[in-house]
Structures are given as C-alpha cells and as structure tokens.
C-alpha cells in the first residue's frame, strides 16, 4: 500500500518560511479582512488581536452544547478538523465543553440576538463574534449560526496568515453577520450525469466554506433529443433515476441502470457529511415532464407521442409517482423536497395543477416535508397552485412572472436562467456562460449594483423585487447537464462550480446594494483564489503539497508497475514519458489458483489515479467513475519508442509527440441538432504507473507542475 496524496495544508503552502522562524508577528489594531462572502459589520477594538496557534483549545459553551441539530458541539469537532486541515497544526487539541474565561481558546456560545434575514424574519444562522488577545467567542444565534461564525474564522486566518507572511494573528473587535436570505443553494443534475458520492460529498464541503446552505439535487431525468423521443428508438435514449429501491420494492423497473445510483444507505452517508457541514440536500425527482426513465419502466403512463412526458389523467400515474417517493421520501433528511414539475403541456394545467397540489398533499401528509415546483406556465382559469408551494423560478418571461406569484402569496426561489444557469463544459450556441457571469453578477443589474436574489431581469425593474420581500426565499444557482456523461469529468463541473459559488455566496449572503460593507469585484478578485485554495476538508483542486522545481515524480525507467505517493495531480501539470509497447496480440494473465490464462492484449494502463487512467490503447483516457473513454487520433507504434508529452490545464489536455499536437475531444450532441467537439481537461492518473496489464518499458517519466 502507499499513502494517499499528502493531505495540503493551506499554511504549509504558505508560512514554509515564517513557521521555521517560529515568531509571530504583532499586528496593531486592524480591520479584518475582507472574506467571502463579507461580513456584515465589524468594529475595531485597540490592543492586540487574537494569536492563533497549535495549542489554541476549542471549547463549547456547556449550557449549549446540545442544542440543534448538529449539535453546537459537533459542529465544534468538524470545525476543529478543518482548522488542523487548513492549518496543518495537528496538536490543536480536541474540543472541550466548559465555559468562558480560558484565555487561548476558541469559544463557541449561542445566545446571539436580533439576528434576521433582510425580511426582517429571525433567524437562526446569525452570529456575533468578538476577537481579543484572551478569545474569539463566537455566539451564534442558533448552532447553524455559530457554524457559520466557524467559516469566518477559518477565511480571517487564510487572509492575515497571508497578509502579515505568517503569523496567524486575527485584529481585535466584534462583529455581526447575518445572511440576507434563507435558501443559498446550488443545484447539480446528477440525472444526465452520473455522479460518484465522494465528489459530491466534497461539494457541499467546499460550499460549505462560502456559506451556502442546500444542494439541490436533480435526481431524475433524461436526455431531449427529440429524434429519440418522437421516433421508436426511445428507449434508447439515455434516462436515470439514482435511488436504488431496496430489495423487492415495488419500483425496482424504475432503475434501468443499477451501477448508475445510489444506495440508501450511502446517500444517508452523503446526508450527514453534508449536514455536519451545515448544507442540506434537497433531492428532486422530476415529473411529470422529464420522465422518460419513467415511461422506460411503465409505458402506458406516457403521453401518447411524447414519452419524456406522463399522462396525470391516466388512473395509474399520481399512484405510481406517489410509490415511488413512498419508497424514497423516508430517506430524506431535508423538511423539503423537490417534484420538478417543469416543462410540461401547458394545455394539459388543469391536470398539472391538480398533480401539484395532490403531490404536496401527499409529501406533507407522509412524511411532513413541503415541496417545490419548478415555476412553469400553466394557465388556468379555474385552478391555483397551492400557496404551500415555493416556486423556483429559473425562466423569465417565459413563465410566470415572480413579482406576479408573490403577490399572489407564492413564496419563490430565484433560479432564474440569465443570471444563474450554467450547463457542463457549454452550452447550446453560448446560452449560458462556462461560469457565472462575473460582470452580471457585479454590475449587469439595474443600477449597476449588481445581481442579487430579488433580481429577476436586467430589463424592466417592475420586474424585480425589494430584498426585504418576505414572499422571496433566496436563491439557487444551477448546473445542468443536457450532454450527458461524456461532456464533462466531475471535475470540469466543478472547475465550473467554483468561482461561480463564491461569488453566488457573496451575493445571497449580503445582496447587491444593501449593505456598505458587502464585497466590491475588486476586493473578490483579489481574494477569491487564496480563499479556493485555502477551503480545508476536500481536495477538488487536487493540489499537492509545493515540490522543488514543480517535479512531483521522475523515474528513468520502471521495470514493474509502481505505485506514487500522488493519487492525482490537477492542471496545470506536464506528463512526459517515453515508451515502447509491446506487439503482442494476447499477453498471459495470472489467475487466482496459480495458472495463467491467454486474453486479447489492448496495451494495458501507462498510468492510473483516482480521476484519470492512460491507456496505451489509442492513447485513451478513460475517467473511472462513468468508465467512459476518449482515445487520441492516434496509435503507438509497438517495438519503437515513442516519446509523449502531455500537457494539461482546466480547458484541455493534448500530447505532443513528434512535433504533431493531439488533443483529448468528446464530441457533444446538442439536442439531437447538431455535434459539437469540445476539449476535455484530465487530472493527471499518477498514483500508478505501469499497471493493469501494461506489457511494454517505459522510460524517463516525469509528472511537473505547469503546463
Ligand atoms: C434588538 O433590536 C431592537 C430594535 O432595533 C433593540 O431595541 C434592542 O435593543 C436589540 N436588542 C439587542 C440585545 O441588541
Ligand atoms: C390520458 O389517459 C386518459 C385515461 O386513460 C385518456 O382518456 C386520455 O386520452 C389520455 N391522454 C392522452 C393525451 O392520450
Ligand atoms: C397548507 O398546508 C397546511 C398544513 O400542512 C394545510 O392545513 C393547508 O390546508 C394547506 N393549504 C393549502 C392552500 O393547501
Ligand atoms: C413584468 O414583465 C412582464 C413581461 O415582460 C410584463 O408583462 C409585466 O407587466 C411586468 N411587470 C410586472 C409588475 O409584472
Ligand atoms: C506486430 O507483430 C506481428 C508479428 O508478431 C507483425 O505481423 C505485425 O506487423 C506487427 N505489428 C506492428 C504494427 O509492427
Ligand atoms: C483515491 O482512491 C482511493 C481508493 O478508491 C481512496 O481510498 C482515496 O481516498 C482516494 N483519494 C482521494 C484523494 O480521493
Ligand atoms: C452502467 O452500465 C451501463 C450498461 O451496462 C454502461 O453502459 C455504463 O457505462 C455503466 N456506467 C458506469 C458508470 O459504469
Ligand atoms: C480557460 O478558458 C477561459 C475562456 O473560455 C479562460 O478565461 C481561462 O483563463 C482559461 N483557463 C485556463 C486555465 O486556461
Ligand atoms: C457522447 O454521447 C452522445 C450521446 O449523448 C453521442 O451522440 C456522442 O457520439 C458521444 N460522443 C463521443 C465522443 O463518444
Ligand atoms: C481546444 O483548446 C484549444 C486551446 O485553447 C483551442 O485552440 C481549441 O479551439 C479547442 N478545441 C475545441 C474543439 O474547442
Ligand atoms: C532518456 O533520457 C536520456 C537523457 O535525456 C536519453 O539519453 C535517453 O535516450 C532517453 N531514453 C529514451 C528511451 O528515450
């Protein structure tokens, strides 16, 4: 066995110099930094400040260490972890619960007042802090606030260990901070992407960092193409839905790709990381558009024509779609759920409505959770949506007009596709950018303060609503993935999610032209990369601990498969090799009781990671978790060596070898309508190389950082 890739302590990367010095230096009284998102208010006080060290002891009020759910005490331990994973100060001690008055300590109470939303409704995710030579007392007022409070000063420690060149010393005063709206969320289709639980897992972590507090997860959904959907071969177009029913469930035709969802219990793994994170998942299955795994499993429930699309009159389809969240509604942790509902007949809104509305009847009556609807439009002169209903907006004009819902009594989530959709690796003839629109979301909207939840339209401010409307819930930025599996690797999703979530942080946090101590473009430009890399407790990056020269390996030759200290390498980096395959046509395999056996010889694997494996078979990267391939135009000569160069950022990835270029390319098919080549961008697979049946030498092989 080898060691994982060696765990990046943000301080490791930066204080190397300063912690050898071992000396602090004394900051004066100071602002504190600007962070992300920004803090409400914060006064300086005159004296020291408070000094961070190894031996800092977190402690948990006594009186409050049960309260909520996390618990303030485990929120405490989480946030322990991230401050040794940020830091790299293993000796922090464990928490402990006790009162205040210790000096050198971390203290985290509750009992913070007068804390709310812009709404003016209470809250419980505020915090006051308060930074003195003896404490930093964070009290939150509730245990998600004081959480929060957590993320503040893990961001005040990234930001004065890099400004004062090491000493981790945070200014003296007290703060207050609050967030402007309740839902701050993202939403990832992992529906027409499949998705390992692990990386999503780490995005609520780093989400989690910039204080967002839900995840949405579209669940259920297929592909459009409509020379599938309208032709026979419907079937053959890709569809999922990712629960996996238990044994013998009743719904079991549902999942047409077993390998391709999650168990129960591992979701419920998933759940807590992301709760002991402060992020909830809000699962989303979508009907009764979108339903073609549906109709792959219950043909007469389809629309007749239309098999993306289910007949809500025909007697069996409300009950089918109420067993199937009987199977999977006691899974959830979330108080709210997600019944898509988007996209459906607008002809047919009496039987959309009706569905809504018995659907929400249904959830709150099983398991007391409400739901939300994606808004769409549905005329009706005889029948309204239920008011217990929160519509997610993401289509203006095109479907109802929210200031219009809200004064009808809707509550609404902005989703709105202008400003906050985003698809893997590119849209459809530039619909929507790679990431949010950083000029829109600072100044595009009316006044040029910038985007914010109660902004709906550049074009008409009638449109648009004030931040305190009670009626306005907050926000959900999305990605979808309309290409499918092979557009994009999980971490091209999140090269696209993670500027976009800190600056979507930052504005549903503090809004745009509320506060005067909200961030401006120019203080987030100029923080925002030390903060990404600094965010503890998941890797997305896939950074690696600085290396001399940027050399993480060089080998002049290996004569069997050896395994790295590296799992995987993010771009940029520059994988050179030189190789010379085998020629054989069959290689010999051991097997288990000692005998051998002839297969077909494809060249076997130059390198593996967890993110990237190389083939010597065209060339190919595969990405492990949809097994998918994306060979080269291109063949290694057998018996020869061939030297390869492989450069990478997080736009491509093309070799060079013998003066010709090669790049890695999907081919995307856009609706049915059109292909469309596209670059792929692959960690580099360093944790083994010359494995999984490679038959052939390789010789001067060097991983260097830069591309
Ligand atoms: C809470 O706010 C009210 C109204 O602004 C104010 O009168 C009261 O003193 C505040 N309470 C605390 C504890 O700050
Ligand atoms: C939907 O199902 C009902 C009941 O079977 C049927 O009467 C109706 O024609 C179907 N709708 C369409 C558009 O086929
Ligand atoms: C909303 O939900 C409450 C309780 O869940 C229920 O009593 C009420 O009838 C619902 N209102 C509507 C308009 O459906
Ligand atoms: C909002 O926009 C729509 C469509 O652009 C328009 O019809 C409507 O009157 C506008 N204003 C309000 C207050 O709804
Ligand atoms: C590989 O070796 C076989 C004989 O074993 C030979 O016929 C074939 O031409 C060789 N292929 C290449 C590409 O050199
Ligand atoms: C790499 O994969 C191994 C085995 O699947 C896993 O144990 C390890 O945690 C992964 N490392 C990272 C950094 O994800
Ligand atoms: C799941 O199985 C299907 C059908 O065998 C296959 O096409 C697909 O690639 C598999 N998915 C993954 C993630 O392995
Ligand atoms: C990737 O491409 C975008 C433009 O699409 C560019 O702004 C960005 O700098 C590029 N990033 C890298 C790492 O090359
Ligand atoms: C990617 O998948 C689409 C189907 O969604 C298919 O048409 C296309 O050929 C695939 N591209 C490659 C490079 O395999
Ligand atoms: C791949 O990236 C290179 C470098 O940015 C660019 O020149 C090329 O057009 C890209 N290819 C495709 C298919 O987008
Ligand atoms: C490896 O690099 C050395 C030094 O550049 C060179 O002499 C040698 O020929 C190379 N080996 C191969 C197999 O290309």
Known sequence: MVNATPRLSFLALTLVGFLESNRFINVGATA????????????????????????????????????????????????????????????????????????????????????????????????????????????????????????????????????????????????????????????????????????????????SFFKLQSFHLHASDNIWDQNFISGPDWRDLYSAFRFQPSAGSPITGLVQLPNETYSRVDFANLQATCAA???????????????????????????????????????????????????????????????????????????????????????????????????????????SISRNVTIQHWDFPGDSIPVQLMEQGYRVINSEQAFLYLDGKTSDAGQFPVELDQSLMWGGAPGGGGWAPNIFTQDDPSNN????NPLLRGSIMALWNDWGNNATTPLEIYYQLARSLAVFSEKTWAGSGVRDTALTQDQFDSIYETLNAAAPSQNLNRAVPPQRNNIIFEYPTITEPQATAFDSVGPPYTLTFTIKPSNASQISVPLLDGASMLVPFDGGVIFAGNDSKLHVSSLSFEDPSTQLWYPLPYTLPPDVYTTVEIHATRNYTYALIEGEVYWWMTNLDIWGEYMKLANMSFAAPSHFIGAEGFNGELRNISLVLGS
């Open 465 to 468: 609503t004030n931040p305190q």
């Open 32 to 207: 504190i930094h600007p962070q992300i998102p920004s803090v409400a208010s914060f006064i300086d006080a005159d004296g020291p400040g408070f000094v961070l060290s190894a031996s800092t002891q977190v402690i948990v009020d006594s009186k409050f260490q049960d309260s909520g759910a996390p618990s303030l005490l485990n929120y405490a331990q989480t946030f322990r972890e991230d401050l040794v994973a940020l830091t790299g100060f293993n000796s922090v001690p464990e928490v402990k619960t006790g009162s205040i008055g210790d000096s050198g300590a971390i203290f985290m109470t509750l009992g913070a007042t007068n804390h709310t939303y812009f709404s003016g409704v209470a809250t419980d995710e505020g915090y006051d802090f308060e930074i003195s030579a003896q404490s930093y007392i964070i009290k939150g007022s509730g245990a998600i606030g004081a959480w929060w409070g957590t993320r503040s000063l893990l961001q005040q420690v990234v930001m004065n260990s890099v400004a004062s060149h090491g000493s981790i010393a945070i200014p003296a005063g007290s703060g207050s901070d609050t967030p402007g709206w309740e839902v701050r969320g993202f939403m990832l289709d992992a529906a027409r992407h499949w998705f390992e639980l692990p990386f999503l897992a780490d995005l609520c972590i780093y989400a």
């Open 277 to 383: 994170h402060g992020v909830t998942i809000v699962p989303e299955v979508d009907n009764p558009g979108h339903s073609l795994a549906f109709s792959k499993w219950r043909p007469e429930l389809a629309l007749p024509g239309a098999p993306d699309s289910l007949n809500l009159s025909y007697p069996d389809t409300i009950p089918t779609i109420k067993a199937v969240w009987d199977e999977i509604l006691p899974w959830f942790t979330s108080a709210e759920v997600s019944i898509g509902a988007d996209e459906y007949d607008a002809s047919l809104a009496n039987d959309y409505i009706s569905f809504v509305n018995e659907m929400a009847d249904y959830i709150a009556g099983q398991s007391g959770k409400s739901i939300r609807v994606w808004g769409t439009y549905e005329p009706s002169d005889t029948m």
